[in-house]
């Protein structure tokens, strides 16, 4: 089992119970060593006094303020000393509805557990009362040292922590960014039809097992490539932007490519449900729909097919180049 990186009261009321904090998510994250190139050494980073140039131990530092050349000195055991409730109380302030925190809010999450057995039946408590109400209880709590404003919710039977950006760290756009659209760059009113036509194309229902992490994924195939001293595949160039003038018709085509997948399936059932003449005709006509559904692909999925056919040179195709490859090897 898990450790926990914090362990406290969580009290709302004057109800208080034991709980422990775990994270509640992992990186799964390739990390490098820092090498001196043309050679094996390993790049080592060193706590170095700037004045004498001596490595100095971890416990003979100390945290210092610059009030303008001159340092204040804080011990580590002093910050805890001053942290409300001695580091060890998670107090909910009060509850408010889910949908009134906006996403740009929340920041990282923790699992509570409770504390031992014991504590068990006010914790199951606290989680199916805050599900039937569907709020969160906000509350303040320290952690190594820092501050942190928090959301406390139930999910699935279990208690959530969510912390939270406080309202100082959250950025107005406006200030941040150049060339935000104004009054005068509104879309037109078919534009705006087409836009919506490929949003409801592309709908889909969530589930977050379909994504994975291709990145890293090519990161693995590149270490292996170059272990094994092979060729490895470069990725797609990035789209060209679409300009002003060609919006409508780039939305136009956007919404027949979304939907030609549909519609390719709807075209093969009808043709399985239809007697099964073996002409000429009917050949070329399934045919057909199997070749255009080749645009609809990722250069991903087509070199998976470039692979499976066995195409020469697939390694260093093009998006094009793989399409008319695959176009040529099914005919």
């Given at each position: 089992?898990?450790?926990?990186?914090?362990?406290?009261?969580l009290?709302?009321?004057?109800?208080?119970?034991?709980v422990?904090?775990?994270?509640?998510?992992?990186?799964?994250?390739?990390?490098?060593?820092?090498?001196?190139?043309?050679?094996?050494?390993?790049?080592?980073?060193?706590?170095?006094?700037e004045r004498?140039?001596?490595?100095?131990?971890?416990?003979?530092?100390?945290?210092?303020?610059?009030?303008?050349?001159?340092y204040?000195?804080?011990?580590?055991?002093?910050?805890?000393?001053?942290?409300?409730?001695?580091?060890?109380?998670?107090?909910?302030?009060?509850?408010?509805?889910?949908?009134?925190?906006?996403?740009?809010?929340?920041?990282?999450t923790?699992?509570?557990?409770?504390?031992?057995?014991?504590?068990?039946?006010?914790?199951a408590?606290?989680?199916?009362?805050?599900?039937?109400?569907?709020?969160?209880?906000?509350?303040t709590?320290?952690?190594?040292?820092?501050?942190?404003?928090?959301?406390?919710?139930?999910?699935?039977?279990?208690?959530?922590?969510h912390?939270?950006?406080?309202?100082?760290?959250?950025?107005?756009?406006?200030?941040?960014?150049?060339?935000?659209?104004?009054?005068?760059a509104?879309?037109?009113?078919?534009?705006l039809?087409?836009a919506?036509?490929?949003?409801?194309?592309?709908?889909?229902?969530?589930?977050p097992?379909?994504?994975?992490?291709?990145?890293?994924?090519?990161?693995?195939?590149?270490?292996?490539?170059?272990?094994?001293?092979?060729?490895?595949?470069?990725?797609?160039?990035?789209?060209?932007?679409?300009?002003?003038?060609?919006?409508?018709?780039t939305?136009?085509?956007?919404?027949?490519?979304?939907r030609?997948?549909?519609?390719?399936?709807?075209?093969?059932?009808?043709?399985?449900?239809?007697?099964?003449?073996?002409?000429?005709?009917?050949?070329?006509?399934?045919?057909?729909?199997?070749?255009?559904?080749?645009?609809?692909?990722t250069?991903?999925?087509?070199?998976?097919?470039?692979?499976?056919?066995?195409?020469?040179?697939?390694?260093?195709?093009?998006?094009?180049?793989?399409l008319?490859?695959?176009?040529?090897?099914?005919?």
């Amino acid at each position: 089992m898990a450790r926990p990186v914090w362990a406290g009261n969580l009290t709302f009321g004057l109800v208080s119970l034991p709980v422990g904090l775990f994270p509640a998510t992992d990186s799964h994250t390739i990390h490098f060593h820092q090498l001196q190139r043309g050679t094996a050494d390993r790049i080592r980073n060193r706590r170095v006094n700037e004045r004498t140039g001596d490595e100095v131990d971890l416990d003979d530092i100390v945290k210092g303020y610059d009030t303008g050349g001159e340092y204040v000195l804080v011990e580590p055991a002093e910050l805890d000393e001053i942290a409300p409730g001695r580091s060890r109380s998670l107090e909910i302030n009060g509850f408010v509805d889910l949908d009134e925190i906006e996403p740009i809010y929340f920041d990282k999450t923790y699992y509570l557990g409770p504390r031992g057995a014991e504590y068990t039946k006010v914790y199951a408590l606290l989680e199916q009362a805050l599900a039937g109400a569907g709020k969160a209880g906000i509350a303040t709590f320290v952690m190594r040292q820092h501050e942190y404003l928090v959301a406390v919710k139930a999910e699935d039977g279990i208690l959530t922590l969510h912390t939270l950006h406080w309202a100082n760290e959250i950025r107005d756009p406006r200030k941040e960014i150049d060339n935000l659209p104004g009054g005068r760059a509104k879309a037109t009113a078919k534009e705006l039809r087409m836009a919506e036509q490929l949003i409801v194309s592309l709908s889909m229902t969530w589930d977050p097992e379909q994504f994975h992490d291709t990145f890293q994924e090519k990161v693995s195939a590149l270490i292996r490539a170059k272990k094994a001293d092979e060729t490895v595949e470069k990725a797609e160039p990035a789209p060209a932007s679409t300009g002003a003038v060609d919006l409508l018709e780039t939305l136009r085509a956007s919404v027949e490519r979304a939907r030609s997948p549909k519609d390719t399936r709807e075209k093969a059932t009808t043709s399985r449900a239809a007697p099964k003449k073996r002409t000429a005709a009917k050949k070329r006509a399934r045919t057909a729909p199997r070749t255009q559904d080749l645009t609809t692909l990722t250069k991903a999925e087509l070199y998976k097919k470039a692979t499976a056919a066995h195409v020469p040179g697939r390694s260093h195709m093009t998006r094009e180049n793989l399409l008319d490859a695959l176009a040529h090897s099914s005919g």
